[in-house]
């Protein structure tokens, strides 16, 4: 299986810049296609998708998020952090079958 | 809109059987997409379990092959998960959700717990 690493938390100010970085123990890109996905989790709610195919924001999902990357090495940006995007945030690989996640990074305030 | 609905027992025997039901409304899940089953332990560890396509075929996380079933009744636009053989390592929250690659809409959640 494709492990996503995560580093467990990040401590960012509200109004500034936020960037979670996800790296995959092999590619999961084929061909123009970088098949990462990221998730937001709060407490008590089931996770929403904001990014998926590494770079288009899912539906309903505000301009502050961004995703970036390709090949092993990928990026969820929030900009500016807003006191709402408090949460955890997972990555999640498609491209090979089983699909898996991240260990998940816990944005927190600093 | 589209939702989806985790309905089931929150406590299993260790042994036993797992059954949960995914209830689906503003979609027919013969129209399109895989529907998923994914968990998430204690801990914040999430693992894919497997899918049903909209036309019936399945798909199972390696993993967990051998105590697996994703089914479904159109009829009642819900469909299903079956784990057998639990542990108290199978204790975690369990999602339904759509997709197969990437999932855009999951239910609630139920949080299952293994005991005896």
Partial sequence: DIVLTQSPALAVSLGQRATISCRASQSVSISRYNLMHWYQQKPGQQPKLLIYRASNLASGIPARFSGSGSGTDFTLTINPVQADDIATYYCQQSRESPPTFGGGTKLELK | EIQLQESGPGLVKPSQSLSLTCSVTGYTITS????????????????????????????????????????????????????????????ATYYCARGGTHFDYWGQGVMVTVSS
């Fill in chain 2, 32 to 91: 399109g997409y895989d529907w998923s089953w994914i968990r998430k332990f204690p801990g914040n560890k999430m693992e894919w379990m497997g899918y049903i396509s909209n036309s019936g075929s399945t798909n199972y996380n390696p993993s967990l092959k051998i105590r697996i079933s994703i089914t479904r009744d159109t009829s009642k636009n819900q469909f299903f998960l079956q784990l057998n053989s639990v542990t108290t390592e199978d204790t």
